[in-house]
């Protein structure tokens, strides 16, 4: 009898999902779980079936929906480019897309509306969590894999990072940045954005302010408003490090630039401006989410559903926080 994922992950003393992590190469598992579940499927002649229910649907197109807030977002943008990567390996995936720029609820939902007149057989979206938005979703009716970030919605699979971890390591990093305690500014996108707002709370749960102020403000993921808030921070002299929390970062740092500051500096992801201020030493660190695994990821769970009718393992695939500190990188994975 042939040995399913199931047995194999009873026998190598690991969960489902950790087996198919391992047999999809998809990474998060220790070296030495990979030998013992690579030894039981040698062992045992593990063999997938997908290779017969691929030639039975070849002649299947499949139209997944996509729809995202990628235009001024260079963060999005690398989302994207790990869709669109994963959609052109397979030919019987045809993505058809909608991209808006900020976090307007209106456009969403005329994004949403506009996509489903095109006859999907699926949604990937970068959800807003506001109740128009869960309505919205709730009464649809194909599989839907939220992306980046997650609501409470009926949904195949959420596919992002942890983003109070992420949070935590931002304020453990503030608290060696500041050991007598210091005021702190977060600038995140949009308090619509639940994991905008997971990693406020997850660096307050970690910042030891010691009395001092920890105030937040949104920029709606725009490089102009963040150049305007980091300009009236800086003015007030009143803040000692200012945590951006999602995109609009090359804004702040122009302001940061211009009027010299010398305020300390934490960020999130991995921009060519990010990178080339961590370089620089103007940043302490920066916490990334790894998008591109985010978008190819999201794609991979939608065709195992239409093409396989296969549902995911886990409903949470969190993509593992990568910490960068200047010229130094570790990993956590979650």
Known sequence: MAITIKKIAELSNV??????????????????????????????????????????????????GVVINNIGNEFFDYVLDGLVFEANKHSNINLIIR???????????????????????????N?????????????????????????????????????????????DIANIALPNGGNVAIIVGSYKIRGHVERIEGFKKVFNNQGFKVDTFENQDDDEQSYLLTKQIIENN??????????????????????????????????????????EGRILATITQQPYKQGSRSIQIVRDYLVYNSSPVEKQNITGNKVQLMNMKFTVEK
């Not at 991209?99 to 990937?124: F, P, T, V």
């Not at 309505?135 to 959420?158: C, E, G, S, Y």
Request: hydrophobic share 35%; proline share 1%; with cysteine.
């Open 99 to 125: 991209k808006y720029k900020g976090y307007d609820e209106e456009k969403q939902i005329e994004a949403i509306e506009n996509i489903l007149n095109e006859n999907i057989h699926a949604l990937i979206i």
């Open 15 to 64: 969960s489902r999902g950790t087996v198919d992590r391992v047999i999809h190469n998809r990474g998060g598992v220790s070296e030495e779980n990979v030998k013992k579940i690579a030894y039981i499927i040698k062992k045992y002649n593990y063999k997938s079936n997908r290779s017969a229910q691929d030639l039975v649907n070849s002649k299947n197109i499949y139209r997944v």
């Open 127 to 171: 959800p807003f969590n506001t109740k128009r938005i869960i309505d919205k979703l709730n009464q649809i009716k194909i599989p839907i894999v939220t992306m980046n970030n997650d609501i409470d919605i009926n949904k195949l699979a959420f596919v992002g990072c942890n983003y109070f971890n992420s949070g935590q390591l931002s304020g």
């Open 238 to 279: 009143e803040t000692d490090l200012i945590y951006y929390a999602a995109a609009g970062i090359s804004g702040g740092l122009k302001a940061l630039d211009e009027m010299e500051s010398k305020i300390k500096v934490i960020t999130v992801d991995e921009t060519k401006a990010v990178r080339k201020a961590l370089a």
